[in-house]
C-alpha cells in the first residue's frame, strides 16, 4: 500500500488549504482513513479520521468546526478541507490507512494505523 499526501504549503493565519491523499491498490473502500500531524517538537498527533463508507467522521477538538475529512472511494483519494488556519496549525501533515479491525478508542490514535503516508508540510504564518 502506498499512500501520497500532497497540497500542503505556506499559508496565511484564516486562510484555506485542502489536502489530499491518494491511495494505491483496490481495496481502499474497504478501509478507514485518518490524517495526523506533527508540529516541530511535538509528538505526532490525531486531526481527523473517516470511515469506509465516509457515513462516520472523527476529529480532534482543536480542529472541529474548521476542517473537514472527507473521500471519493471511485478515486481511491481521501481529503482534508482546512478553512480558517492558525498558526499553531503549522505541522507535516500524515494520511494512514487504518487496521482491518479497530475500535472506535484506537481510531483517534496511531495505535489504529498500520500504513502512513510520507506528510506534506502545512505552514500557516501569522
Known amino acids: 500500500v502506498q499512500l501520497q499526501a500532497s497540497g500542503g504549503g505556506m499559508v496565511q493565519a484564516g486562510d484555506s488549504l485542502r489536502l489530499s491523499c491518494a491511495a494505491s491498490g483496490r481495496t481502499f473502500s474497504t478501509y478507514a482513513m485518518g490524517w495526523f500531524r506533527q508540529a516541530p517538537g511535538k509528538e505526532r498527533e490525531f486531526v481527523s479520521a473517516i470511515s469506509m463508507s465516509g457515513v462516520s467522521t472523527w476529529y480532534a477538538e482543536s480542529v472541529k468546526g474548521r476542517f473537514t475529512i472527507s473521500r471519493d472511494n471511485a478515486k481511491n483519494t481521501v481529503y482534508l478541507q482546512m478553512n480558517s488556519l492558525k498558526p499553531e496549525d503549522t505541522a507535516v501533515y500524515y494520511c494512514?490507512?487504518?487496521?482491518?479491525?479497530?475500535?472506535?478508542?484506537?481510531?483517534?490514535?496511531?495505535?489504529?494505523?498500520?500504513?502512513w503516508g510520507q506528510g506534506t508540510l502545512v505552514t500557516v504564518s501569522s
Open positions: 494512514a490507512r487504518a487496521k482491518s479491525q479497530y475500535s472506535i478508542r484506537e481510531i483517534v490514535t496511531a495505535l489504529g494505523y498500520n500504513y
